[in-house]
């Protein structure tokens, strides 16, 4: 009878971590191999976890709520089959798969370093600190192999510079966590070595208290709250907090918006024949991706020295959910029929509003589409989400008064779109280009029809 980990799987190419949402199960059930023992959402959607092996229960790790990097365990299954990790957790001196220190495992690890974990430094304690003042030397590495450990974990030790035999294990086997290498950190001080931050040499005055680095952006102030204060279930502040992950980079990009009431009147007309039935949403989405795909310093991305070419024009569809913010990739939407594509949007919007998207469709993309018209908003600028380098916003679609170039009143289909720019990549007037490439796009509809 062999005691099974089962962990937090990666379930698409950017996941880091998830929330366990739900739990299936309870210690002490008999569960088969493929049964559901878990939600975990990631990527803001829900996806269950299945068993990989069939046996009982013995130990849930993790409560709902608890966020748990990927590998890290949830649970634990004593089951007569095979032990699915077989040597990962191995960390005896004489596992073929480790270092002569027996700490790393590189094939459990690939993205690990070959070198052995090197002993910790100075941790800002009290102890090393008073030592370094005496003149006495460093205190040895313990001896005895490495203990078992997760690849986060050993990841983490080694960033801070941390020894695993120091540490105190709580996962099965003797194994040590990412919680177990978190507390370590926290109770020594240890923080990660940045060379953008290290010490001034000697003689060179501080900065004053509260002055940041040339350069650099002052954080957003944060605002200390207990648990109960928070708003929300577990999944929707998880939710927040994965919006509020990717938009702190936003406020660093030096980007401009540009305005411009579209005419829709020539694209109205086409929706009630070769277009009938085509969202709004479809046709502005096909034009920007149109735009990005015959302008590659639009759909390109700042690279400290230049713009770098992206091969491929993906844009994030900004999807308005119950739980919040969605933002799924479509895959180069103009190579696609406009029907093909309009039904992709709509699939795509159902989904995300019951929370089932395929978390493959979240990732890297070239620009963002975002749309608040339906909810009767006529402009607002959508911000750049790096590395892009536009966003394009669409307003309210309506009929609106236009003078006309006679002097005489009249009324035509409009809507307000704005282009969000990193001022790196382009300028102002390329801005104003691009919006006229839109405009010229939906004076001809038959070419978004193709």
């Known amino acids: 009878m062999a005691d099974i980990p089962l962990t937090m799987p990666k379930m698409s190419m950017t996941m880091e971590e998830g929330t366990l949402t739900e739990w299936h199960v309870a210690e002490g059930d008999v569960i088969a191999k493929g049964d559901v023992v878990a939600v975990v959402m990631t990527d803001k959607v829900d996806m269950e976890v299945e068993s990989p092996a069939a ?4 130990s849930l790790l993790c409560a709902e709520g608890d966020v748990v990097p990927v590998g890290g365990n949830i649970a634990i299954v004593a089951s007569e089959e095979d032990d699915l990790l077989g040597d990962l957790f191995s960390g005896d001196g004489g596992d073929a798969g480790a270092d002569a220190s ?55 030790a080694r960033d801070h510079g941390l020894d695993l035999r120091t540490i105190t294990p709580t996962g099965p086997h003797g194994t040590v966590r990412v919680k177990d290498v978190k507390e370590a950190i926290t109770a020594s001080g240890a923080q990660r070595q940045d060379p953008a931050a290290a010490a001034p040499a000697a003689g ?84 920007y991706a149109m735009l990005l795909r015959g302008n590659e310093q639009l759909n390109g991305s700042w690279a400290g020295t230049g713009v770098r070419r992206n091969p491929t024009v993906d844009i994030v569809l900004a999807v308005d959910t119950p739980g919040g913010l969605l933002v799924p990739v479509l895959r180069e939407p103009d190579q696609l029929g406009v029907r093909e594509l309009d039904a992709q949007v709509r699939a795509l919007g159902a989904s995300a509003k019951e929370g089932k998207v395929d978390p493959s469709l979240f990732g890297p993309a070239t ?84």
């Open 55 to 58: 046996g009982t229960v013995t």
């Open 102 to 156: 027996g700490g790393i495992d590189t094939a459990a690890d690939p993205g690990a370093s070959a070198a052995p974990d090197s002993p910790p430094g100075p941790s800002g304690s009290e102890e090393v600190a008073g030592g370094a003042a005496d003149g006495a030397p460093p205190a040895a590495a313990p001896d005895g192999p490495m203990p078992p450990s997760v690849p986060l974990a050993r990841k983490l």
């Open 204 to 287: 060179t005055p501080a900065p004053a208290s509260g002055a940041s680095a040339a350069g650099a952006a002052p954080a957003a102030p944060v605002v200390e709250a207990a648990p109960e204060e928070l708003l929300g279930t577990a999944r929707e502040r998880r939710t927040r907090q994965l919006t509020a992950q990717a938009m702190a980079a936003t406020p660093l990009i030096p980007q401009f918006t540009a305005f411009r009431r579209m005419d829709l009147s020539v694209a109205a007309r086409a929706r009630t024949g070769v277009l009938k039935g085509v969202s709004w949403t479809t046709l502005l989405l096909r034009a």
């Open 367 to 450: 620009g963002t589409l975002s749309n608040l018209g339906g909810l009767g908003v006529d402009r607002f600028n959508a911000l750049i989400t790096p590395p892009q380098a536009t966003a394009l916003s669409v307003g309210t679609v309506g009929v609106a008064p236009v003078v006309e170039a006679d002097g005489t009143l009249g009324a035509r289909m409009t809507c307000e779109l704005g282009l969000s720019i990193d001022h790196r990549v382009a300028d102002g007037a390329d801005a104003a280009r691009a919006l006229q490439t839109i405009q010229d796009l939906l004076d001809d509809p038959l070419r978004l029809a193709l």
